[in-house]
T-cell receptor
Framework: GQQVMQIPQYQHVQEGEDFTTYCNSS?????IQWYKQRPGGHPVFLIQ?????EVKKQKRLTFQFGEAKKNSSLHITATQTTDVGTYFC?????????????FGTGTKLQVIP | NAGVTQTPKFQVLKTGQSMTLQCAQD?????MYWYRQDPGMGLRLIYY???????DKGEVPNGYNVSRLNKREFSLRLESAAPSQTSVYFC??????????????FGDGTRLSIL
């Protein structure tokens, strides 16, 4: 079945360092979404990427969608303690004529002050 | 604006007991979802409802049933709880899959422990 893998599973960084998480799909995606879940909280939508090679920025966060629409990345510049949480990608794809969504396994980010 | 409301927030059950997790959304969304979240496993889809009147199995449906009561409400039932069903359960809703921007809006979750 459809799989969406994320690496790394965990990442500890010093405050001010950069952070990147990668998302890889076994099949071509219609679009990809990114979510952030704070400790003890629920996933919150960050952004959606649709076009091949698309790049979007939100302040210190940069999101990319691969040319083949099978991978994506989230890069955070100069991390802050408020960036702590788990980041999930969610890939949307066609299956038997239906649109389905699969979440990645998530990357848990810890920022050391 | 409440968004997605889940009840209860916490529950402890004994093996073999049954219970229903409730979910309601006030955003007039067509699609609703039930996920479970276990450490290191991410979010796994249990069941979803693309629109009122339809439900479909997700990745891990065994041991669960769902009811799309109306457009607002989507409940998840455990008929005979097992310790393997100890998890955090999230309900989510979104616009119809055919629309261009379909972020999922999540509830606060139900933390369920089965002894």
């Amino acid at each position: 079945g459809q799989q969406v893998m994320q690496i790394p599973q965990y990442q500890h960084v010093q405050e001010g360092e950069d952070f990147t998480t990668y998302c890889n799909s076994s099949t071509t995606l219609s679009n990809i979404q990114w979510y952030k879940q704070r400790p003890g909280g629920h996933p919150v939508f960050l952004i959606q990427l649709v076009k091949s090679g698309e790049v979007k920025k939100q302040k210190r966060l940069t999101f990319q969608f691969g040319e083949a629409k099978k991978n994506s990345s989230l890069h955070i510049t100069a991390t802050q303690t408020t960036d702590v949480g788990t980041y999930f990608c969610a890939g949307r794809y066609n299956s038997g004529g239906y649109q389905k969504v699969t979440f990645g396994t998530g990357t848990k980010l810890q920022v050391i002050p | 604006n409440a968004g997605v409301t889940q009840t209860p927030k916490f529950q402890v059950l004994k093996t073999g007991q049954s219970m229903t997790l409730q979910c309601a959304q006030d955003m007039n969304h067509n699609s609703m979802y039930w996920y479970r979240q276990d450490p290191g496993m991410g979010l796994r889809l249990i069941y979803y409802s693309a629109s009122e009147g339809t439900t479909d199995k997700g990745e891990v449906p065994n041991g669960y049933n769902v009811s799309r009561l109306n457009k607002r409400e989507f409940s998840l039932r455990l008929e005979s709880a097992a310790p393997s069903q100890t998890s955090v359960y999230f309900c989510a809703s979104s616009e119809s899959p055919g629309t261009s921007n379909q972020p999922q809006h999540f509830g606060d979750g139900t933390r369920l422990s089965i002894l």
